[in-house]
């Protein structure tokens, strides 16, 4: 058996899927690749069948990001798991993430995370563990007005020490190498965020209240143009899916009062954009969805906590 798996998956990724496949084969012969593929509609299934080494799922519709990983890993039965972006490659240092996440108590390690520009990502590559504040700032769109405040700042760790290894709370599931006994004592990701964002800080948020360690590892990289998929999304479902995942960790997380809070900032926060888009685009699509995320923060806002759990998935048909 090679030393690990590696897990991907792809939406309409023709663009990126190949070149990530082939920097990944150049880095390691070792490692067994599954693709996941959730019905994408361009080329990227021709490119994956294009490489014989690579086992592929493919889905007839879009499962979502987190249940496509869970799909990929269950096919594995490896010790470590990378979870790997297809707008990824060129990864390094792969044995030390193995090494890292093989010690006892520790459920994911991940490494620095470059852009094509060869800038680090600062902000993205590590974070804090949302709190309510963190959700509302991001929510009414404080953090990209003032990205300077101290919320943002202990959020997107701005001044974090990316030459030295050290324990971390929310790496990105763009390149995280996870611990299968981790992963099936923690249930792997969350199908309920659908179809993406959130899923990873909800394993991350998870994995630290059970008790597990995640740690960074300076020796391992990876370059990552990042979004490509959301960037195929129209506006609306953007905010759709976003603002609605948002709600759902919090809903998750959450005391009622926080949850509340957040509500009403979504709820403000979603209204500004939809008014902004319909005047730039001259569409009312991002006004209707706006709509139905409103409803949805009303919801939570008024749900108890047992109720929470089945809002959960109230844009999985948008």
């Not at 991001?138 to 300077?148: H, K, Q, S």
């Not at 009062?257 to 500004?272: D, E, F, M």
């Not at 008014?275 to 009303?298: E, K, P, Q, Y």
């Not at 919801?299 to 959960?312: D, P, Q, T």
Request: proline share 4%.
């Amino acid at each position: 058996m090679s030393a690990y798996g590696v897990v991907i998956v792809t939406y309409n990724s023709e663009a990126e899927i190949g070149r990530c496949l082939d920097s990944l084969a150049a880095c390691s012969k070792r490692a067994e690749v599954v693709v996941v593929d959730n019905g994408s509609t361009d080329g990227t299934l021709e490119e994956i069948r294009n490489r014989p080494d690579v086992t592929l799922v493919a889905n007839l519709w879009n499962r979502g990001f987190a249940a496509a990983c869970n799909q990929g890993v269950a096919l594995l039965h490896h010790d470590c798991i990378l979870l790997f972006n297809p707008d990824a490659c060129r990864p390094k240092g792969l044995d030390a993430l193995v090494a890292a996440c093989s010690a006892d108590g520790v459920a994911a390690a991940a490494g620095r995370l470059t852009g094509t520009d060869g800038r680090l990502q600062q902000g993205f590559m590590v974070r804090r563990l949302p709190t309510a504040w963190t959700l509302a700032f991001e929510a009414l769109g404080v953090n990209r007005l003032w990205p300077a405040n101290p919320v943002n700042r202990r959020y997107r760790c701005f001044g974090f020490d990316a030459e030295r290894a050290q324990p971390v709370e929310q790496p990105p599931g763009a390149f995280l190498m996870v611990s299968r006994q981790a992963w099936q004592a923690l249930g792997g990701f969350d199908e309920s965020f659908f179809p993406l964002w959130f899923e990873d800080v909800d394993f991350c948020r998870r994995a630290g209240d059970a008790g597990y360690r995640i740690l960074y590892v300076p020796a391992a990289s990876a370059v990552h143009a990042g979004g490509h998929s959301v960037r195929k999304l129209s506006s609306a479902s953007r905010q759709a899916y976003w603002y609605g995942t948002l709600l759902s960790y919090a809903g998750k997380h959450f005391r009622p009062g926080a949850v509340r809070a957040v509500s009403v900032a979504v709820t403000l926060g979603v209204l500004l954009r939809g008014f902004l888009d319909a005047v730039n685009s001259r569409s009312f699509a991002s006004t209707i969805a706006a709509i139905r995320v409103v409803g949805l923060a009303g919801r939570y806002f008024k749900a108890g906590r047992s109720e929470m759990a089945s809002l959960s998935r109230a844009f999985a048909d948008f």
